[in-house]
């Protein structure tokens, strides 16, 4: 796992393409069934109306044109022309087959994109979806990224997530053996969980064999049922060194197989309730690194294999 006591992104893309590749965010303008009305209209307790998004397609840009925006930057700043195409505002399976296909076969088209990630929920995919992203795996390379949250059925019905675990375990199967790339999001602080259910949620997704896995700080938006929570006194933020030794107590009891793509998530300034201490990226990744020394601790180290049927 070379300098780092986990795997990480950038390792695992530089083992694939002999490179740096370099993730685009896009907003594809889809909705969600948990905000349209299917399932529910407020969403999930933490979203806000952009569905963690940028908002792009809101302001009339195309997904070509937020691609070649972001492209060039990036190319500039970290001297790589590879890169995979993200789509993560709300949920991008959502939608008939047919502007999948031309959503994702625009991304494709644009120079230098190797593959997608397409953000999505457990119950938004169906057998034609696999088959399209399938399709797209035999010369690219594809990521469908899960949003999961909690392993706990209790958690998931108390922040409106519109699933349960059994949803996200059959998606996880209908996935496997596609060629297609699975990760998990993860996000720790949810309310009503302890230590204890957090990693129980490692073990979980440890025990499913997924790809890769995103860890995320849940932090308080503006807009969003926990803000009232929050300013209720019913709902307190993780502190930085809580968060950071839960991090590393959850990568330890994944495989070291298993790709790390995220630490923690990056709030938006302007919208952000709480805490404080989120918008200090880089002195959390320092600080879960030091505590992984502190502790001696590695990616695997707590990996316990599910014992075999």
């Not at 503006?222 to 839960?246: D, P």
């Not at 995220?262 to 505590?291: C, F, M, N, Y």
Request: hydrophobic share 35%.
């Amino acid at each position: 796992m070379d300098k780092k006591p986990y795997r990480d992104l950038n390792t695992y893309f530089r083992s694939l393409f002999g490179c740096r590749v370099h993730k685009i965010t896009v907003d594809a303008g889809l909705s969600c069934p948990n905000r349209d009305g299917t399932l529910s209209a407020g969403g999930c307790i933490y979203c806000n109306a952009k569905g963690s998004g940028t908002g792009a397609h809101g302001r009339g840009l195309s997904l070509t044109r937020q691609i070649e925006r972001s492209r060039g930057h990036i190319a500039r700043r970290y001297k790589t022309d590879r890169f995979l195409v993200y789509f993560q505002s709300f949920t991008n399976t959502y939608a008939p087959i047919e502007r999948l296909k031309a959503l994702y076969d625009e991304a494709l088209a644009v120079q230098g994109v190797v593959g997608l990630a397409i953000g999505t929920r457990p119950d938004c995919v169906d057998g034609a979806v696999l088959d399209l992203l399938e399709s797209y795996a035999r010369t690219h390379l594809i990521w469908i990224e899960y949003g999961l949250q909690s392993a706990h059925d209790r958690t998931l019905s108390r922040i409106n997530r519109g699933h349960d675990m059994a949803c996200f375990e059959k998606a996880v199967e209908a996935t496997r053996h596609r060629n297609i790339k699975i990760c998990a999001h993860v996000i720790l602080g949810l309310p009503g969980e302890s230590r204890r259910d957090m990693l129980a949620t490692a073990d979980a997704v440890a025990a499913l064999g997924v790809d890769g896995v995103k860890l995320h700080l849940l932090y308080v938006v503006r807009g969003t049922a926990m803000e009232a929570l929050y300013h209720s006194g019913r709902y307190r933020c993780l502190e930085q060194r809580e968060y950071a030794e839960l991090v590393c107590d959850f990568i330890q009891r994944l495989p070291e197989s298993m790709i790390i793509q995220r630490l923690t998530g990056d709030p938006h300034p302007r919208e952000l309730v709480a805490p404080a201490w989120s918008l200090q990226k880089r002195k959390t990744l320092d600080l879960i690194h030091k505590i992984f020394q502190e502790k001696k601790a590695w990616q695997g180290k707590r990996f316990r294999p599910p014992a075999a049927v």
